[in-house]
Each structure stands twice: as structure tokens, then as C-alpha cells.
């Protein structure tokens, strides 16, 4: 079992920049990915970032590559997404997920938190 809590949403402005935290408790060590992902308003849940546990491999959508970064903080079992140069389009509330080595899909999912970038 883990424990997915995510935390730093809120309001800004377009253009600006907000970092999200994802930080994983419980059985961390079957972890093998961790990502973000984001849902608006009437929309399906889209894929926006992924980081492997272990190492520095990671996965970018489109849609959001060269403007957020993902990181991790293995001391902490904190999972990061800076976001920058955030738009309207980015409004969403975001939720960090893991997967663990045995599973191709996402297991544990946090509680989302609310990002608003306002125009």
C-alpha cells in the first residue's frame, strides 16, 4: 500500500509558476513510476508528467514539455512538478499517481489539488 498526498496548488497568474509536491508513504519501495497527472472541468483525466523511482528517466506530454519539470527527492519520497509559463489551458486539478514494478497502470492515486491560472 502507498499513500499519495499531493500539496502546492492554488491561483496564479498566466505566466507565472507554481510547484506542486507529491509525497509517497506506506510501501514506497514497490514504487517503480510516479506521474502527474490533471483533470479540468468536463474533460478526461490527461497524462502530464511521469518520473521513474529509481534514476532520472522521465516522460513529458506534449502539451506541457519545456515549460514543467518533474523531480524527485528520494530522502523525502517527495515527487516535484514545476510548472512554468502556466496558461489558462493548464486549469486543472492535478493529481500525483504511482505505479508499482508488477503493474503497466497507475495504482495508487492522491486526493488531488487545485490549480487556477487565471488570464
Known amino acids: 500500500q502507498v499513500q499519495l498526498v499531493e500539496s502546492g496548488g492554488g491561483l496564479v497568474e498566466a505566466g507565472g509558476s507554481l510547484r506542486l509536491s507529491c509525497a509517497a508513504s506506506?510501501?514506497?519501495?514497490?514504487?517503480?513510476?510516479v506521474g502527474w497527472f490533471r483533470q479540468a472541468p468536463g474533460k478526461e483525466r490527461e497524462f502530464v508528467a511521469a518520473?521513474?523511482?529509481?534514476?532520472?528517466?522521465?516522460y513529458y506530454s506534449p502539451s506541457v514539455k519545456g515549460r514543467f519539470t518533474i523531480s524527485r527527492d528520494n530522502a523525502k519520497n517527495t515527487v516535484y512538478l514545476e510548472m512554468n509559463s502556466l496558461s489558462p489551458e493548464d486549469t486543472a486539478v492535478y493529481y500525483c499517481a504511482g505505479r508499482i514494478i508488477t503493474t503497466t497502470e497507475y495504482d495508487y492515486w492522491g486526493q488531488g489539488t487545485q490549480v487556477t491560472v487565471s488570464s
Open positions: 518520473i521513474n523511482w529509481s534514476g532520472s528517466t522521465s
Open positions: 506506506g510501501r514506497t519501495f514497490t514504487l517503480y513510476r
